[in-house]
Protein backbone atom coordinates (compact mmCIF):
# COMPACT_ATOMS: atom_id res chain seq x y z
CA UNK A 1 0.00 0.00 0.00
CA UNK A 2 3.00 2.06 1.18
CA UNK A 3 4.48 1.94 -2.86
CA UNK A 4 0.94 2.66 -4.51
CA UNK A 5 1.08 5.90 -1.98
CA UNK A 6 4.36 6.81 -2.99
CA UNK A 7 3.45 6.04 -6.86
CA UNK A 8 0.58 8.61 -6.64
CA UNK A 9 2.40 11.26 -4.71
CA UNK A 10 4.86 11.25 -7.47
CA UNK A 11 2.52 11.17 -10.41
CA UNK A 12 0.67 14.25 -8.70
CA UNK A 13 4.23 15.70 -8.40
CA UNK A 14 5.00 14.86 -11.79
CA UNK A 15 1.71 16.51 -13.21
CA UNK A 16 2.02 19.50 -10.53
CA UNK A 17 5.37 20.45 -12.08
CA UNK A 18 4.31 20.31 -15.87
CA UNK A 19 1.36 22.48 -15.30
CA UNK A 20 4.03 24.80 -13.83
CA UNK A 21 6.07 24.45 -16.82
CA UNK A 22 3.11 25.01 -19.41
CA UNK A 23 2.17 27.99 -17.96
CA UNK A 24 5.77 29.34 -17.88
CA UNK A 25 5.92 28.25 -21.66
CA UNK A 26 2.29 30.33 -22.28
CA UNK A 27 4.60 33.42 -20.52
CA UNK A 28 7.13 33.10 -22.71
CA UNK A 29 5.14 32.60 -25.54
CA UNK A 30 3.61 35.89 -24.48
CA UNK A 31 6.80 37.75 -24.45
CA UNK A 32 8.27 36.72 -27.11
CA UNK A 33 5.03 38.04 -29.18
CA UNK A 34 5.34 41.06 -27.66
CA UNK A 35 9.26 41.24 -28.44
CA UNK A 36 8.27 40.17 -32.31
CA UNK A 37 5.73 42.75 -32.33
CA UNK A 38 8.37 45.30 -31.56
CA UNK A 39 11.06 43.89 -33.38
CA UNK A 40 8.68 44.14 -36.51
CA UNK A 41 7.70 47.88 -35.71
CA UNK A 42 11.42 49.01 -35.62
CA UNK A 43 12.02 47.32 -39.11
CA UNK A 44 9.29 48.77 -40.61
CA UNK A 45 10.37 52.31 -39.13
CA UNK A 46 14.15 51.50 -39.99
CA UNK A 47 12.80 50.69 -43.68
CA UNK A 48 10.62 53.42 -44.07
CA UNK A 49 13.54 55.59 -42.90
CA UNK A 50 15.69 54.42 -45.27
CA UNK A 51 13.47 54.45 -48.49
CA UNK A 52 12.93 58.12 -47.49
CA UNK A 53 16.78 58.74 -47.03
CA UNK A 54 16.81 57.30 -50.41
CA UNK A 55 14.49 58.80 -52.07
CA UNK A 56 15.99 62.33 -50.91
CA UNK A 57 19.51 61.04 -52.15
CA UNK A 58 17.94 61.00 -56.21
CA UNK A 59 16.33 64.20 -55.94
CA UNK A 60 19.13 66.11 -54.45
CA UNK A 61 21.27 63.91 -57.34
CA UNK A 62 23.15 62.52 -54.25
CA UNK A 63 25.27 59.86 -56.16
CA UNK A 64 28.08 59.19 -53.16
CA UNK A 65 24.54 57.09 -51.38
CA UNK A 66 25.65 53.84 -51.03
CA UNK A 67 24.10 50.89 -49.86
CA UNK A 68 25.12 51.07 -46.26
CA UNK A 69 23.61 54.86 -45.87
CA UNK A 70 26.90 56.49 -46.12
CA UNK A 71 28.79 57.93 -48.27
CA UNK A 72 31.46 56.25 -50.01
CA UNK A 73 33.71 58.27 -48.12
CA UNK A 74 35.33 57.49 -44.75
CA UNK A 75 34.68 60.97 -43.45
CA UNK A 76 30.84 61.38 -43.78
CA UNK A 77 29.54 63.83 -41.38
CA UNK A 78 27.21 62.58 -39.22
CA UNK A 79 23.19 63.82 -38.93
CA UNK A 80 23.81 65.57 -35.68
CA UNK A 81 26.76 67.29 -37.36
CA UNK A 82 24.96 68.46 -40.49
CA UNK A 83 21.61 69.29 -38.22
CA UNK A 84 23.94 71.42 -36.60
CA UNK A 85 25.29 73.54 -39.42
CA UNK A 86 21.54 73.51 -40.94
CA UNK A 87 20.61 75.33 -37.76
CA UNK A 88 23.55 77.62 -37.51
CA UNK A 89 22.70 78.52 -40.79
CA UNK A 90 19.17 79.63 -39.80
CA UNK A 91 20.35 81.79 -37.33
CA UNK A 92 22.38 83.18 -40.00
Same mark, same amino acid.
Given at each position: MEKKSLAHELVRARIAEIALLKKKLDELTEHLEKL???????????? *????????? =????? *???? *?? =? =??TAEDDAVSLDVLLELAVRKMKD
Open positions: LAAQLQIQALVE *DREENSYAL =GAVLG *DEGV *DQ =G =GL
